[in-house]
């Protein structure tokens, strides 16, 4: 995706992650990205998408992303969840979902990105851009069924 950016966030203060999502809704495009949270020893991986083109992927992505099985359902049960506490980093606000594993992004109230996990991330692109491809808007369709009507047929040449 896009850019490739790597993060180390000295949580809870740190401008870095200002500067990081500033990037991004600078730039308009999915950056992604690697978080080194304070106190932790596993890199959190991500993909920060505008809010504009996640809801573009979002509308013509033909279904929603794909559940995780009954197994790791056990897994995640197994684990405390994580508060959802909102996490201000300068003029933006983190939103945490305890359900489904992404952020959202507000810059004065408004959700200006979402923080995905990069396999959904990738999934919801690619869909969108499967289903996207094969799209005629009505007039753009009309257009075509004439064109083709206008052809001669393949035994008359």
């Known amino acids: 995706m896009g850019i490739q950016i790597d993060v180390v966030?000295?949580?809870p203060v740190d401008d870095e992650v200002e500067r990081v999502l500033g990037l991004a809704e600078a730039v308009g495009e999915p950056v992604s990205v690697t978080f080194m949270w304070e106190g932790r020893e596993e890199a959190e991986r991500a993909v920060l998408v505008p809010a504009a083109t996640l809801a573009l992927w979002e509308h013509w992505a033909?279904?929603?992303?794909?559940t995780r099985g009954a197994e790791d359902e056990?897994?995640?049960?197994?684990?405390?969840p994580e508060l959802a506490h909102p996490e201000e980093?300068?003029?933006f606000t983190l939103f945490r979902r305890r359900v489904g594993g992404r952020t959202a992004?507000?810059?004065?109230g408004v959700v200006v990105a979402e923080l995905l996990d990069p396999d959904e991330a990738h999934?919801?692109?690619?869909?969108?851009?499967?289903?996207r491809q094969g799209f005629m808007d009505?007039?753009?369709?009309?257009?075509f069924?004439?064109?083709l009507a206008r052809q001669a047929s393949l035994d008359e040449e």
Not at 105 to 108: D, K, L, P, W
């Open 9 to 11: 966030v000295g949580h």
């Open 62 to 66: 033909p279904t929603a992303y794909p």
């Open 74 to 80: 056990n897994q995640a049960v197994a684990q405390e």
């Open 89 to 91: 980093f300068g003029a």
């Open 105 to 108: 992004v507000a810059r004065e």
């Open 123 to 131: 999934w919801l692109q690619e869909k969108a851009r499967n289903v």
């Open 138 to 143: 009505p007039k753009q369709k009309a257009a």
């Open 145 to 147: 069924e004439e064109f």
